[in-house]
């Protein structure tokens, strides 16, 4: 079968689909002969790590130029956030931009011009071919990913545009974030570089550039939404890309919203929990912690305001002044395509003047089109709905010198729309899901910055909002709005019409407040800062990659922690005289998943044989009853059990079971197991497993997020109500267990140890394996002897081990639980080291006296 991580993924067709003609081969030119940041100059002062800012397009615009080599002439566009967030990197940091030509030149493709745009732009082009670049952008991305990530499942794609899955536009679109892996290969000083990837046609790359460079400084910004789990999980790669993002060091997000769906999706599809930290969140994976920002993005104070003071702006401003002279004027600025909601805008405006007849020959809606991103029947669908509802509009309300919607869909340039936003009273956002749109900030800052325009009157502005755009949250004093429902816009159109002044400044005050110090050159300074600092540890862990193609994942580890073998284990284990070896059962010994949690015949075997050897006592720690574990065990004479965390020990099948005598009330139980059936009852798929000592509820057959919420109020609700009984109230691996206080496994650990230094023959061998929370009382106890009541000797050899790659107070790791068996095996086989006989010597005497 091939592998998703071979060369040319263009090959890795589906099987059911004709298979791809082959590529015309990347051009890739070395670049390293040209002076850049990656090469440093001198070796002093040390140059701060080079940011290296990789995006779908370069930050460029080419213009036909019959007098250059190249046929175009290339110039910066700052109007992108790829350029736009330099401002807020560190002054003398290198930076180097790495993406595909603008389309104008995309057929521009050469060696000379690579050295070129680098030399004069720090921009480093990735050439695709043609056909790839078309499939991985016009077909994977702008309609199969990008209208998934805004909520439109590919149902009806003849109608909307959205294309089902199709495997061979996978392939493409890995195909393409491979090239950008290499191109990246070709500059990337890995363990000083910190490399910024921006959106979604990218996701792949984390994971392309995590297996080449373990050790990378990867941070990846989302710029559109993330859907809710149950969209998201339609997407058959789904753990593909779930994974990807994991191998960044710090993902990026606009809203708290896409946040949790991202979070939801990493608990529904690989069970991975997160943890809230000193305002960071951060999820475990493989010993690496993820971190997740959240953080929307602002815009470029510095070139607004250079567009304001342009000489063209003022008389653009004076036109606009006069041609609405009188006029209400509202203004709407978005991209054409499906989510932006300008045909319900028209249907807003339309029935504001059905219920506001005074408002017809005063309110205006300029709606300003800016050109489609992407190419097909839907973005043309957008065109003909908005032009045919605007011509209905003022077909029925329009008068000779009144148009109450005014469609602009050519080309505007940037000096008229901001004559528009710096006339409009109110700046109307209807999109049905958006990323983020910044116009409502553009809006802000170019009404506050009117007065350089001629306007010196009190700033003022209203914004009416759709709630599904990322800003929503960020600008509280916008009026929000359901755009699906037409009444509900309209009627605050008509609000922001008649609000007055006072509070429309109060509003205009609070919004440019926050716009102006949420600039981007803040979003870029802090998400470059948190980059920095969740790559810290990287270089104080140890790295390995694992798995193939898109599975792959590095695992990080401390550098006392390392896997646990059996060359390293046997030889302490044969010459020692007085062995503890202490087993966990579920998820050590027996698969968490397994269904049929009954011991199996290879698992009874290699038990025995260890506890045949007269210098083994080979316990099993579990927290499952006594009766379920001495049935289960009944095969193994000589092994000991010591059955819920403790609270029942025997040394082997025959000796009576020897209970603790810390706890003998259990009239709590009475009050627990109510409060444990009510919110049974309240969780589909949770039940209580009554053991004699604790009774435990569990919720890993729960809805994952409900699970977990409802074990946080159930921890809660049980601490309050037994508050003054003798009981710990404990949260375990999807349980939540009620146990009486003083037993543990680290208690029961030292109960055993105690009792074994007693008769004399104290451990000079102990191993130790768990898997979950409750093993790691059994850790400590031996792991940490001044925190321990019994004292090990000094020359115990110990092995505490866990099981996965996991923080733990262990100091060794096994994969899983088919490792823990290969261990035992390895012990079993073992023999011990018998001592030599000692030498006798002669000495013979003869005629010394």
């Not at 698969?591 to 044989?609: C, G, H, Q, Y």
Request: charged share 20%; hydrophobic share 40%; proline share 8%.
């Amino acid at each position: 079968m091939p592998s998703l991580s071979c060369h040319n993924l263009l090959d890795l067709a589906a099987a059911d689909e004709a298979p791809l003609p082959s590529p015309t081969p990347l051009r890739l030119p070395r670049v390293m002969s040209v002076a850049s940041p990656a090469s440093p100059t001198s070796p002093s002062p040390p140059a701060p790590p080079r940011r290296v800012i990789v995006s779908h397009r370069l930050p460029l615009r080419a213009a036909p130029d019959p007098a250059s080599p190249f046929g175009f002439a290339f110039s910066v566009d700052s109007g992108t956030v790829a350029y736009q967030l330099r401002s807020g990197l560190p002054a003398n940091a290198p930076v180097l931009h790495i993406g595909t030509l603008p389309a104008a030149a995309a057929e521009a493709a050469s060696d000379e011009l690579s050295n070129y745009l680098l030399a004069n732009f720090s921009c480093l082009p990735v050439y695709l071919p043609s056909d790839l670049h078309h499939r991985f952008y016009h077909g994977f991305c702008k309609h199969y990913l990008w209208p998934l990530l805004h909520y439109l499942l590919p149902l009806t794609p003849s109608s909307l545009g959205g294309l089902p899955f199709q495997r061979a536009l996978y392939h493409s679109f890995l195909s393409a974030n491979r090239a950008f892996a290499d191109r990246l290969t070709e500059v990337l000083t890995p363990d000083e570089d910190l490399v910024w990837i921006h959106d979604y046609h990218l996701l792949a790359l984390p994971t392309f550039l995590r297996k080449r460079f373990p050790r990378a400084k990867v941070g990846f910004f989302l710029h559109s939404p993330f859907p809710s789990s149950e969209i998201f999980r339609t997407i058959p790669v789904r753990d593909d890309l779930v994974r990807a993002l994991l191998n960044a060091d710090l993902v990026g997000f606009h809203t708290f919203d896409y946040a949790r769906h991202f979070l939801s999706a990493c608990s529904r599809l690989l069970g991975l929990d997160y943890q809230s930290k000193r305002g960071y969140i951060g999820i475990e994976y493989y010993g690496r912690t993820v971190t997740v920002k959240i953080l929307p993005v602002g815009i470029d104070m510095g070139q607004l305001r250079s567009v304001v003071s342009a000489p063209e702006t003022g008389d653009a401003v004076r036109r606009v002044a006069e041609a609405y002279k009188g006029r209400r004027l509202m203004i709407g600025v978005d991209d054409v395509d499906l989510f932006k909601g300008i045909g319900l805008k028209f249907l807003a405006m339309e029935q504001l003047l059905v219920e506001h007849p005074e408002l017809r020959g005063r309110a205006v809606l300029v709606q300003i089109a800016n050109p489609a991103r992407s190419e097909g029947r839907d973005v043309q669908g957008v065109q003909d709905e908005a032009r045919a509802i605007s011509a209905r509009v003022n077909a029925r309300f329009g008068t000779p010198g009144y148009t109450p919607i005014v469609l602009l869909d050519g080309p505007v340039t940037p000096q008229e729309k901001a004559a528009y936003y710096a006339a409009a009273e109110c700046c109307v956002v209807s999109a049905v899901r958006d990323g983020l749109n910044r116009i409502p900030y553009i809006y802000t800052v170019l009404r506050q910055e009117s007065d350089a325009l001629g306007d010196d009157t009190p700033k003022r502005s209203v914004i009416v909002l759709s709630e599904f755009v990322g800003c929503s949250p960020s600008l509280s004093g916008a009026i929000r709005v359901n755009p699906w429902s037409v009444e509900s816009v309209a009627e605050a159109m008509n609000a922001a019409l008649r609000m007055p002044e006072a509070e429309q400044r109060l509003r205009h005050e609070k919004h440019y407040k926050y716009v102006s110090t949420h600039d981007v050159a803040y979003w870029a300074k802090s998400f470059d800062q948190d980059l920095q600092r969740a790559c810290k540890d990287h270089f104080s862990r140890r790295h390995w990659g694992i798995g193939f193609g898109m599975s792959f994942k590095v695992v990080a580890l401390g550098p006392n922690f390392r896997r646990l073998s059996v060359e390293h284990i046997v030889p302490p284990f044969r010459r020692t005289e007085n062995r503890l070896i202490l087993l966990d059962y579920d998820g050590t010994v027996m698969p968490e998943n397994s269904i049929d949690k009954t011991p199996s015949s290879e698992v009874i075997s290699v038990l025995n044989r260890l506890c045949e050897d007269p210098k083994n006592r080979v316990f099993i720690v579990s927290g499952r009853g006594k009766d379920e574990l001495s049935k289960w065990f009944a095969p193994c004479e000589k092994l000991g059990i010591a059955a819920e965390h403790g609270y029942f020990t025997r040394w082997s099948r025959d000796a009576p079971w020897e209970t603790s005598v810390l706890a003998a009330d259990f009239d709590w139980k009475k009050t627990a197991e109510p409060v444990m059936q009510l919110y049974t009852e309240a969780t589909d798929g949770s039940y209580i497993e009554h053991k004699e000592s604790a009774i435990v509820w569990h919720h890993q057959e729960a809805d994952p997020d409900f699970g977990s919420c409802q074990a946080k109020e159930l921890l809660d609700h049980l601490e309050n109500v037994l508050a003054n009984e003798p009981v710990v109230v404990k949260r375990g691996q999807q349980i939540v267990e009620v146990n009486p206080q003083g037993i543990s496994k680290g208690v029961v650990v030292e109960s055993l140890l105690s009792s074994m230094v007693k008769t004399g023959k104290a451990p000079d061998f102990v191993l130790c394996i768990g898997d979950d929370r409750s093993d790691e009382d059994m850790f400590e106890s031996i792991v940490c002897p001044s925190n321990a009541s019994v004292k090990l000797p000094a020359t115990s050899e110990v092995f505490a081990c866990t099981v996965g790659k996991k923080p733990s107070m262990a100091k060794y790791y096994l994969d899983d639980t088919v490792d823990v068996i290969k261990m035992l095996e390895g012990l079993a086989n073992a023999p011990s080291q018998r001592p030599r006989p000692a030498v006798q010597l002669r000495v013979s005497f003869e005629g010394s006296l």
